[in-house]
Nanobody, 117 residues
Framework: QVQLVESGGGLVQPGGSLRLSCAAS????????MSWYRQAPGKERDFVAS????????NYAASVKGRFTISRDNAKNEVYLQMNGLEPEDTAVYYC??????????WGKGTLVTVSS
């Protein structure tokens, strides 16, 4: 059974930092592309960042490039999102996504990030 469990969300002031984690199980993590998406209130779910398989290649949305960093630990089956320079516009529920080697798509339940003074 595939499970993706996000953690690390919370309330942070503008300019602050948070590190999100996603613990994965039930599939071959090292062969999966792992991504973060986010959904702000009243908006569609948007792509944030991806780490492809061994992690050598990453991709970012333009809105977070230079502020957010995705990384993964294939030994721990975890993917992370380090978020620096947070802005109120980053407020959203952040979701972990796994695309397995068989092209199955899985989602976590999300973790809420609120950026507010």
């Amino acid at each position: 059974q595939v499970q993706l469990v996000e953690s690390g969300g919370g309330l942070v002031q503008p300019g602050g930092s948070l590190r999100l984690s996603c613990a994965a199980s039930g599939f071959t993590f090292s062969r999966a592309a792992m991504s973060w998406y986010r959904q702000a209130p009243g908006k569609e779910r948007d792509f944030v960042a991806s780490s492809f398989r061994a992690g050598a290649k990453t991709n970012y949305a333009a809105s977070v490039k230079g502020r957010f960093t995705i990384s993964r630990d294939n030994a721990k089956n975890e993917v992370y999102l380090q978020m620096n320079g947070l802005e109120p516009e980053d407020t959203a529920v952040y979701y972990c996504n796994a695309q397995t080697e068989n092209d199955y798509d899985y989602w976590g339940k999300g973790t809420l990030v609120t950026v507010s003074s």
